[in-house]
């Protein structure tokens, strides 16, 4: 087990022996943490100290990194990587800097690797030989998400750390059995500024260490979509920082660099309360729909077969509950859609399953609803195993991502692993908060563009609309 910790201050003893043992010429910083505060991070395995990185702050935010070491014996274990993302991830940080010998190319890699670019050259730094400067840059993005019924603001550091995600779901939507687009975009203005204002609370910043504003722009309901669009132009303005609009389609897709990194070619499969698509990407924001719904998206009918049973809104994950109760009753029909083998149909499955019930109800035959739960999801998982099988048949991927509201859904999840470990594919699916709408996605689409320098950054607020009919491409 390798833990990372900080050092106490009644350690420093303990940890002057350590660096001894560590390096042939101690840099001695037990003075330096007395009276520069300079901060030393342990990694302990299995409660041995192994290896350890002193860092400092030289302004607010802006870190050098003095040493990393791990004892020989434990190489290999990443534990230089596990130091580096502790230090980074419970500290506010602008910049990090550190010089590294231009021999050391493993050192150099390991750095490049996390982030770093090189900034410039010191001659004769090292005595001989010259020392590297590297450098890692970390920007801060607000993103707003208001595209249905989720009031949603998080704040996402460039380097794919989530550092807050407040989500309000309009549970105001439920009395009407569907979300109401007037209702919605009323509790969109109401409750968008406080979550905001919750957000950066969280994520413990001001509103001036803002780098930019994410927005979904689309698809979605527009008038849930404008007043997220006008908040952020209006904050953006007011700030003078960018804008960057964000497709909600590539959020849910980007959840899942939360989870691990993305390995080209990929199969993204994207359900959710508006879409059902199977989205192929050779890199980063190259998206080409493979196959998708002709009529009724996925969680769409979750809802409305919920809605036959008398669950109420939304019905995903109550049928879902039920589902794990049952058991297979009847196969209801696989639709397949003329003209495109790879194309999906839904609406069929929603009226087969109403003909069903109401034909057991005219008979006045007991109803199980947990089977019919259970038999629904299975035509829906079904549906999804023949388009992707038929996809993985013509061509190899690496990775299957998956996302969107009924990704939450845990038999999907694992129908979806076994075809990808059968096909020895990587599998991945956000954590639940992250499957259904929120901003934390939105702003982890945007560190990719920022990334990749990729377009769409705008300078001109002006050029930002929504657009409702919005398409991934
Ligand atoms: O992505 P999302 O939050 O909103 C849209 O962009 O549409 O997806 C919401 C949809 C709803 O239809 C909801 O019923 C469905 O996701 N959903 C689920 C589950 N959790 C949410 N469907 C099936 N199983 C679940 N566990
Ligand atoms: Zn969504």
Redesign the pocket.
Known sequence: MIFIRKLNQNEIQDFQKFEQQCVKQPFCVAEFIEVYGYTVYIAEVDGEWAGYLVVHELDFGVWDIIHIIVLKQYRLNRIATKLMEFFQSETYIRTISLEVDETNEKARCFYEKNGFNIVAMRKNYYEKRNGVLMNKQMKYILAIET??D?TAAAVVRSDFQVLSNIIHTQKIHEQYGGVVPEVASREHVEKLPVVIEQAMKDAGLEYNQLDYIAVTYGPGLAGSLMIGVEAAKTLGWQLNIPVIPIN?MAG?IYANKTVQAFQFPLLAVTI???HTEIVEMLEDENFSIISQTHDDAI??V??KVARILGLGY????K??ALAEKGQLEHEFPIATVKEDPYGMSFSGLKTAVMNYVHNKEQKNEPINIENIAYSFQHAVIQTLDEKLKLCLHNKTYKHILLS???S??TAIQAHLREIAEKNGMEFSVPEKLLC??NAAMIGLAACTKLAGNMGDISDNMGKIHIKPGLVLQ
């Open positions: 595209s249905c989720e909600h849910h959710s309360g508006g969680g769409e979750y809802d939304p019905g995903g994950p049928i879902a969107g509201g009924v939450a859904n259904t709408d």
